[in-house]
């Protein structure tokens, strides 16, 4: 059982920026990802990094926007969201992919844990 906190949500206006932070419990670093969810939408990828961090995948929307990195020492991940759109108001889970040994998958089936999820606006 992995348990997943997500922190630094909030409202803010376009053009700003927000840091979202996950930890998770336990030593084991897995590959993680951040999933976003706007009301009557699917739950979508939003960036993934690999167990190590060397590897990363984006989703096309928050390419040059968005940065997701990791400190395994705190068993944390961090999303840099930049130059925000409303369209990227939504709520924003963090997730842990406890099988994966290499590499990150963009698959929401893939992920195991899922955190109680962050709430991002971003006013026009």
């Known amino acids: 059982q992995v348990q997943l906190v997500e922190s630094g949500g909030g409202l803010v206006q376009a053009g700003e920026s927000l840091r979202l932070s996950c930890a998770a419990s336990g030593r084991s670093s897995y590959a993680m990802g951040w999933f976003r969810q706007a009301p009557g939408l699917e739950r979508e990828f939003v960036a993934g990094i690999s167990r190590s961090g060397a590897g990363k995948s984006y989703a096309e929307f928050v390419k040059g926007r968005f940065t997701i990195s990791r400190d395994n020492a705190k068993n944390t991940v961090y999303l840099q969201m930049n130059s925000l759109k409303p369209e990227d108001t939504a709520v924003y889970y963090c997730?842990?992919?406890?099988?994966?040994?290499?590499?990150?998958?963009?698959?929401?089936?893939?992920?195991?844990?899922w955190g109680q999820g962050t709430q991002v606006t971003v006013s026009s």
């Open positions: 997730a842990v992919d406890v099988n994966l040994g290499v590499g990150v998958s963009v698959r929401l089936s893939s992920y195991d844990y």
